[in-house]
């Protein structure tokens, strides 16, 4: 069984996360651990018709980002990897700094410091030289930033068809298999 943390972070997007946590409740080999920033619960009250209540429903364990000691907060607590799904640059730059306020940030730095993958879904733009540091900073502690750039070759019909694409692209990162969209087959016209 792979165990996922996800983390929802204040970012506009948090769409993203609660597709991600939608397809991870259909995978039966996938254990999802949530965590939502108080920022995430003021995005979602704003772009979503999803009660807090109901997000946290979609999770098999949901953690309140106030809580240090909770599982996640340790290496020795085994894990595939996390997610934060969107990224705000705030919780970006606590990461890229180690600063370990919150829940969400100290379980992304475990993740880092036990060699596990980070996959961090940034939602800003355009970047300024300070997000794109911090962004490098990630990158060299071994993370991954995966920013939610859509692509076209799947003909996309709907916004959720381009939220399925990058949903689908962060399940690679972490072997998967999904069905979210058509992978490019090449072109042999």
Excluded at 129 to 157: D, N, Q, W
Aim: hydrophobic share 40%.
């Amino acid at each position: 069984m792979k165990k996922l943390i996800v983390g929802l972070s204040g970012s506009s997007g948090v769409i993203y996360g609660i597709r991600l946590l939608e397809v991870l409740r259909g995978i039966p080999e996938v254990e999802s651990h949530l965590i939502l920033s108080k920022g995430a619960e003021v995005t979602l009250r704003l772009e979503t018709p999803y009660s807090v209540d109901e997000v946290k429903s979609l999770a098999d364990v949901s953690y309140d980002p106030g809580n240090l000691a909770a599982a996640v907060s340790s290496g020795s607590f085994r894990v595939s990897g996390m997610v934060v799904m969107p990224c705000s640059m705030k919780s970006l730059a606590q990461i890229a700094l180690s600063l370990n306020d919150n829940l969400l940030t100290r379980a992304a730095d475990v993740t880092l410091k036990e060699r596990r993958k980070l996959v961090l879904v940034p939602r800003e733009t355009p970047l300024h030289l300070g997000h794109l540091r911090h962004m490098t900073a990630v990158t060299e502690m071994g993370g991954v930033i995966l920013p939610p750039v859509p692509s076209f070759y799947h003909a996309p019909k709907t916004i959720m068809d381009l939220v399925d694409q990058t949903v689908g692209k962060v399940l690679d990162q972490f072997g998967i298999e999904h069905r979210l969209f058509q992978r490019w087959g090449g072109d042999d016209a």
